[in-house]
Structures are given as C-alpha cells and as structure tokens.
C-alpha cells in the first residue's frame, strides 16, 4: 500500500504542476481573448504498459469534455501474479475533462468510469507442489467495478499528442481454492499506469 500511495502522489504532483503550467502558458493578452479558436473533435490511440496493451477513441462534442473508449489486454508474465497462459480483456468507457483545452503545449485530464473485465484463468501443476508446468484447472472471471484516472499528453506536430496517464481501478484479488480454482477476492485498488500516443482528427 505505502508504494501504491508513493506512485500516486508522484503523479498527482506532476499532474497538478502541468495544469498550473497549462493555465499560465494560455494566459492570453486582452486584445486576443475573442479569437475563436480550432480544436479537434476526437482522437484515436494506443496504449502501452510493462505487460499489457491497448487502443482507445475518444469523442469531444465541447473542447473541456469528451468520452473515451478504451480496450486493453493485459498478458500473464509470471511476476504480474498472472502466469504466462492468463490473459486479462478489459473495456472502459468513460467522460474526461480537460483541464487546459486552450493549451497548445500540455493537455491535463480526468477521467472516472465504468469497467468490464474478462479474465482468463489456469492453475498449474506448480500451484499444487508439482514440479511441471501442466495446467490442472482453467476457466474465466467476469467482473463489473468502476475506477477514476488522470494523465498528461503533450501536443506536438499539429494533430499528435503523448504521455502518460494512470487508471486507478477499484479491482479485485484472485484467490485460489483447495480445488485449485480460483474466484474473486476482497476489493483492493489497482494503479494502472499506460504510455498513451493519440492522432486527434
């Protein structure tokens, strides 16, 4: 826990610095506060992790908020308490708000959402003491939480942005039976941190 509030607050620290720089960087003259000023109406992306990937698509009817789309696959590596044959599917929609539209530098954001996971499961033989790499049991968890992110892109070259964000999911442990399968536990909180690199249209 104590690293997971570590993490947190290094990101929150960063995150609000950029806003305050964000605000500061838009700070205009009186003459041009009428300008009208162009934004992009969606984007499309990719998402990247130690050991998971994924795609996003975002809307923005207004320029201060938007809905986001995202799919993500998170690959079992044997040190992610997931072996190498569970796979984890997620989908996540959720609003966003950016904090500094105006920015043509730094573009802060929220987000808080809905989640659905598919969860692939296998128990091995080395679970159960044996020493092979045999798969005893296998089946599936499906769950339905909510979670709550913030991130920081930067624009460059026109219509790019990247950065980074951090998904905060309101998870669940995975606990093992006697029977060697394995069910959902208590609630826990899972940080998620992703590279993001959008094209905004």
């Given at each position: ?121 296998t128990t091995r033989a080395t679970d159960a003491g044996i020493n092979r790499a ?68």
């Amino acid at each position: 826990m104590n690293k997971i509030l570590f993490i947190v607050s290094i990101i929150t620290t960063v995150f609000l610095t950029s806003v305050l720089c964000a605000q500061e960087i838009t700070k205009k003259p009186e003459t041009h506060q009428k300008a009208e000023t162009s934004y992009y109406r969606g984007s499309l992306g990719i998402l990247g992790g130690v050991t998971m990937a994924g795609i996003h698509a975002e809307y923005t009817p207004v320029p201060e908020i938007g809905v986001r789309a995202v799919g993500l696959c998170i690959f079992g590596a044997d040190f992610n308490d997931m072996n190498r044959d569970e796979y984890i599917l997620s989908g996540i929609i959720t609003p966003v708000l950016h904090l500094a539209p105006e920015s043509g530098i730094v573009d802060p954001f929220l987000m808080f959402g809905l989640v659905y996971s598919f969860h692939h499961w296998t128990t091995r033989a080395t679970d159960a003491g044996i020493n092979r790499a045999t798969t005893i049991r296998q089946g599936n968890l499906h769950d339905v939480t909510c979670g709550l992110g913030l991130g920081i892109l930067f624009k460059f070259a026109g219509r790019l942005t990247a950065g980074l964000n951090l998904w905060l999911n309101i998870d669940y442990g995975v606990e093992t039976t006697t029977s060697f399968r394995k069910k959902k536990g208590n609630r826990i909180l899972l940080p998620v941190p992703l590279a993001e690199f959008s094209v905004r249209f």
